[in-house]
Structures are given as C-alpha cells and as structure tokens.
C-alpha cells in the first residue's frame, strides 16, 4: 500500500496508478460513496473485496468504475437487482476493459430511453393530474405511466 500523500483534483483524491488495491476509505473518497455505502454495495454482489491478514477489505481499482456505475444507476432509479445482473455481465477473472464497459453501455441504452420517455410523459401530465385526480388506468400519465393504451386511445379518440 502506498504511503503517498494522497493528491487531489478538483477537491477529489486521486490514487496513484502504481496503488492497484484501495482500502475502503480510498475507495469511499475517491468515488465520493459514503463506506456505509460500499459495505451495502459489497453485500449486495455489487462490489467485491478479499481480506487482509488483518481482516481489512481491499478493493481493485476497477471497484472504482463500478461503484461510479453503480451510483449513476441509482440516480436514474435503476433497480439494485438491475444494476447487479448487468454488473454480472462485466469479467471477473479480469479488469473490465473500455468495451466491456461500452458492451454494458449499449445494453442499458433501451432501458434509459425508456425511463426518460416515462419521466418525460410524467413532466408533462403532472400538473393535469394534481389538478385532476381521476387517476384513470387508460389516460392518467400517473397510473399508466408507460401509456400502454396510447396507441389504442389515440387511434379510437382521434
Ligand atoms: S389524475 Fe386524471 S389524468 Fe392523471
């Protein structure tokens, strides 16, 4: 473990390319994740660490990639069980690559549009339905937010 002064950039600490295992607070303030955080992470299979002699969690640097996925996911409401399975995707018997990573990217692509398409219909309909409340299963964006029937309604409406 390197005994560096740790240095920063733009307030956050930045780990040497020679440190290849993070203790769990290098990991915590390098991804901005609270430790609390990480050891969620780690019992959820989102993250994993082997132990020291002295039974401390150590972390490849790859942990860093996939802790920023990780919290980016979750901003976006992606499932925790979601984001494990496409972490499940990444190799374990190697760092994940830039196209591993590209490989995942692509894979989530669908559901992101999908995601923004729901939020993007909410945004639009909120204030009707706050003012409304009939909470409609056909027409209402707040009980149908994926508008299952919007093809039919439009093309028997119109
Ligand atoms: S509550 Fe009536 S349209 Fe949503």
Redesign the pocket.
Known sequence: MSTDPPTTLGGVPQIPETVHELTVGQLSARSGAAVSALHFYESKGLISSRRTSGNQRRYTRDALRRVAFVRAAQRVGIPLASIREALAELPEERTPTHEDWARLSAAWRTELDRRITRLSRLRD?LA??IG?????LE?????NPDDVFGERLTGSRL
């Open positions: 309909h009707d339905c409304c409340g009939c909470l409609s027409t209402c964006a707040l009980s």
